[in-house]
């Protein structure tokens, strides 16, 4: 079945240094969404990708579909303490729901 | 705001009960899905419905079951809860298959 990876699988830096994360999948994606999920908290959803080489931003994120459409990126530049927690990649499978990457989890030193 | 509700919102039982995790939302959504989380790893698919009527299974389904008989109702149960089902149950919905899901808070479930 469909896989999606991401690297790392944690990451930690100071605060005002940036931070990338990449996923990639497997197979082709119709398209893919970012989700955040805090310590204890539930995934909330981020941003949409659907275009061949899309590349979004929401302030300081910034994310990047892949030409070929099977892998992605989130950078966040300058990051603050409240940029903490799990930041997921998902991709729709052939079971028409979202497959969910195994997450990078971000810790950031005041 | 989320109009996604799971309650309850932490449980613990024992084992061989049976339960039934609660999922409601109030968004119209058509879509609704269950995902099953250990601390800090990745989500794993348990249901999804596309309407009324409609269930299907995900990957570690099968010992679990649902039901759809209204839109805004999805509830989950586990027939004989086993100390291996201790986990987080999320549950989240969407209007279309291509929109972002919306995610309730949760159920931390411990079987002792």
């Known amino acids: 079945g469909q896989q999606v990876m991401q690297i790392p699988q944690y990451q930690h830096v100071q605060e005002g240094e940036d931070f990338t994360t990449y996923c990639n999948s497997s197979t082709t994606l119709s398209n893919i969404q970012w989700y955040k999920q805090r310590p204890g908290g539930h995934p909330v959803f981020l941003i949409q990708?659907?275009?061949?080489?899309e590349v979004k931003k929401q302030k300081r994120l910034t994310f990047q579909f892949g030409e070929a459409k099977k892998n992605s990126s989130l950078h966040i530049t300058a990051t603050q303490t409240t940029d903490v927690g799990t930041y997921f990649c998902?991709?729709?499978?052939?079971?028409?729901?979202?497959?969910f990457g195994s997450g990078t989890r971000l810790q950031v030193q005041p | 705001e989320a109009d996604i509700y799971q309650t309850p919102r932490y449980l613990v039982i024992g084992t061989g009960k049976k339960i039934t995790l609660e999922c409601s939302q109030t968004?119209?959504?058509?879509?609704m899905y269950w995902y099953q989380q250990d601390p800090g790893m990745e989500l794993h698919l348990i249901h999804y419905s596309y309407g009324v009527n409609s269930t299907e299974k995900g990957d570690l389904s099968s010992e679990s079951t649902v039901s759809r008989i209204r839109t805004e109702h999805f509830p989950l149960t586990l027939e004989s809860a086993r100390p291996s089902h201790t986990s987080q149950y999320l549950c989240?919905?969407?209007?279309?298959?291509?929109?972002?899901?919306?995610f309730g808070s949760g159920t931390r479930l411990t079987v002792v």
């Open positions: 968004m119209g959504h058509d879509k």
């Open positions: 998902a991709g729709p499978t052939g079971r028409r729901a979202l497959t």
């Open positions: 990708l659907v275009k061949s080489g």
């Open positions: 989240a919905s969407t209007p279309t298959g291509t929109d972002g899901y919306t």
